[in-house]
């Protein structure tokens, strides 16, 4: 049990949001990455809803029918949240670079969180971003002190601060208060065709009186097997009158099915398939997340800008000193200061040759390429917004 909260997508004319829509879940918290949806106009929008809905109940809080009142009803609805995804996506670009530029170790798991959004997102022609957070406003049932949660995780994005270090570091180390439990939905359907072979294998084992009689017959089986055994064991001692002989004659044809089975087994353990198990299926919904000792606030020369990539490569004619975010299609880390760009053919008169960067000698040339492919990965799921 818990306080959930959860992030859905669905289509704009969907009726009602239902599991299948759900992106991420949380319990007990607010997962901060969410936030690089919102802007400061969407939160203001909301607030003031939820405020103007909340002075309309708050005269009957304290009678006992109050969840009867329309103006209860009023306020429950006031709670949802949704959010188009062309707002959400401008947003989301206008959010990374600022963030990402002074916490480069956070790309890692935010560029995982934006895979699995993108396979909800990709599913629909017009997609919307439903944000569930009212179990959350159970923690204080005050909407002053809920819009000021709130508050602070959009400023997280709206305004890189190095006294936000220590929030993102508690939430870099692990990648479910990052990002909350998350499950692509590619994998629903895989995870619902498990559970039907799953389904079809137990219903299409034998009945419990089929069991009981082949286990009779394998204990009828063993049984002939020691007897035949010990007669040779006795016709070899008396015609040898060895009792060595008599020996090597019984645990010779013990020895075979003994063998036999031993070796089946552990071909069967290699070669046999085994399901997701609950663990597996966890560790595939975690976020993968570089180490996040040491996360710092980067306050030098970043390469990262809000319309594109710095190059500084003034003396270089043949490449500009801003690459636009559009253009850039991978980064890659090839030294610890120095990163490749592959650039997009479609986008000239940026050269489409790679174009080598060296960064910052405070940064990672890791943590920068994760960042400038987190970025990238967003303006190409912004643009589909648009297609």
Sequence with gaps: MGNRTFLSVANADAQSI??????????????????????????????????????????????????????????????????????????????????????????????????????HVRLYPDPVIHLELSQYFSFSDDP????????????????????????????????????????????????????????????SEPPTSAKRSSKWRQEFYIWLFTILCA?????????????????????????????????????????????????????????????ASGMEHFDGNSLIAADGLQTGSEEDPSIPTLIPWPQITQAEAISSHEIVLTISADHPPVPVAPVHLRVDGQLSAKDTASAINAIALAYQMAASAYD
């Design 144 to 203: 002053v002190l809920y819009l000021k949660d709130i508050e602070e995780y959009v400023s997280l994005w709206q305004s890189p601060h190095p006294s936000q270090a220590k929030v993102w570091q508690e939430a870099a180390e692990s990648g479910y208060r990052l990002g909350g439990k998350h499950l692509p939905w590619r994998e629903h359907e895989a995870v619902e065709a498990e559970h039907v072979m799953e389904t079809k294998a137990a219903q």
């Design 18 to 119: 239902d599991y299948e829509h759900i992106a991420f879940e949380t319990n007990n918290f607010l997962a901060p990455v969410w936030f690089c949806l919102v802007s400061r106009e969407q939160f203001q929008r909301y607030g003031e809803r939820l405020m103007e809905a909340w002075s309309r109940i708050r005269p009957h809080m304290d009678e006992p029918d109050v969840e009867t009142l329309p103006e209860w009803e009023s306020f429950s609805d006031a709670f949802e949240w949704q959010i188009p995804w062309s707002e959400a996506a401008e947003q989301m670009r206008l959010s990374l670079p600022r963030t990402l530029a002074r916490y480069p170790m956070l790309a890692a798991p935010v560029q995982v969180w934006l895979d699995t959004l993108s396979t």
């Design 231 to 291: 007669a040779l064991f006795l016709i070899v001692y008396v015609k040898t009158s060895s009792f060595w002989l008599a020996s090597l004659g019984f645990l010779v044809p013990v020895s075979v099915p003994v063998l036999w089975h031993i070796l089946f087994e552990r071909s069967g353990n290699t070669f046999s398939h085994r399901p997701k198990t609950d663990a597996a299926l966890e560790k595939n919904n975690s976020l993968s997340s570089s180490d």
